[in-house]
């Protein structure tokens, strides 16, 4: 399995929890989370891992070069010194994508098999990606996706309607073929590719049974240290749940 991480700066500067150092590297529990993130997509049976980066992007690299000893194989992908957004941060990865691959966020934790979406993927071979979501009903975050039985019916990134019941998780398996026809260069958000791929009956769903952290606010890094603390023998992620 590979996934694919859109780090800090892709999109905009960052958050002001941010500005000096990249989420991906804020302490949680005395280890950077991306130190987290490595361990959850080792024991979720990943070996590639790409790294799409922009600002600060080089203080990542340095430190997982440094840190890193689970068996993966890290590569890196810079976004370049124009701002190209998170999709066109994708698309400048094209070379170094499988065929399928799981696309997460680098500001977020996720206590979850990451294969899961992949599996669901690889049994339907006419979708282009399946999404996992969380039934959020704007309680966690806002929520951004209706759902049709298995598949995603309407995704709306930052809008407001009753009838988004379901927030993006931040773990979406894709086929490398779902970028086909964008040039390398262009600036977009991923949210287009979602919006785009909803419209077309292309996007399956799959139910995550809980809910994700995000780093991007202090009180989503004290919920963090919180589910961490709490898991039995103050386990960390090499230990799936």
């Not at 700066?9 to 991906?24: K, Y």
């Not at 934790?109 to 959020?136: C, E, I, Q, W």
């Not at 026809?181 to 919006?195: K, N, P, Q, S, T």
């Not at 890094?221 to 589910?227: F, P, Q, V």
């Amino acid at each position: 399995m590979q996934i694919v991480v859109l780090a800090d700066g892709l999109a905009t500067r960052p958050s002001p929890q941010s500005e000096q150092i990249p989420s991906s590297l804020l302490l949680v529990k005395g280890r950077p989370l991306i130190d987290w993130q490595l361990d959850r997509f080792s024991a979720s049976g990943a070996r590639s891992i790409v790294l799409c980066v922009g600002f600060l992007g080089e203080q990542i690299e340095t430190h997982v070069k440094r840190a890193l000893d689970r068996g993966l194989k890290v590569s890196y992908s810079y976004a370049g010194a124009e701002q190209v957004g998170t999709g066109g941060a994708l698309r400048r990865a094209f070379a170094r994508l499988e065929d399928e691959f799981v696309l997460t966020y680098g500001g977020s934790y996720l206590p979850f098999d990451y294969a899961a979406p992949l599996h669901d993927l690889r049994a339907h071979p006419d979708a282009l990606g399946t999404m996992s979501v969380f039934k959020n009903r704007s309680q966690v975050g806002p929520s951004s996706v209706v759902l049709d039985g298995d598949c995603v019916a309407k995704y709306e990134a930052g809008a407001t309607a009753t009838d988004l019941d379901y927030a993006d998780y931040g773990a979406i398996a894709l086929r490398r073929s779902s970028l086909d026809g964008i040039e390398d260069g262009a600036v977009w958000g991923i949210d287009a590719l979602f919006r785009k791929l909803a419209r077309k009956r292309q996007l399956r769903a799959f139910v995550a049974p809980e809910p994700s952290y995000d780093v991007g606010s202090s009180e989503g890094l004290t919920d963090l240290e919180r589910h961490l603390a709490s898991l039995p023998g103050d386990l960390d992620a090499r230990a799936l749940s």
